[in-house]
């Protein structure tokens, strides 16, 4: 199991007891995220909905890249990044 970094933006910090940041484990985006549900209930489905995806109003990176679905992969080291995707106009 590949262990990474998570960060968390604030808006998600009801859920993780005040911390911004967190390792956990997994091969994907969403093993990663399971993992932390584990510890901190309601985090995963806050961040992916119903089709594997992450929420039109989130926004998760692995290292630089823009992930958009739970199966994309996660490394050991790598740093996973989520964030509330800002909009308007």
Do not use: K
Request: net charge negative.
């Amino acid at each position: 199991m590949s262990v990474v970094q998570v960060r968390l933006a604030a808006l998600l910090h009801g859920y993780t007891g005040g911390r911004s940041q967190l390792p956990a484990e997994g091969e994907t985006l969403g093993e990663v995220l399971a993992d932390l549900d584990r510890r901190c209930p309601g985090l995963r489905f806050r961040v992916i909905d119903e089709q594997e995806r992450v929420r039109r109003h989130m926004r998760c990176f692995i290292n630089d890249a823009d992930a958009r679905h739970a199966a994309a992969p996660v490394a050991a080291g790598d740093e996973v990044f989520i964030v509330g995707a800002l909009s308007g106009g």
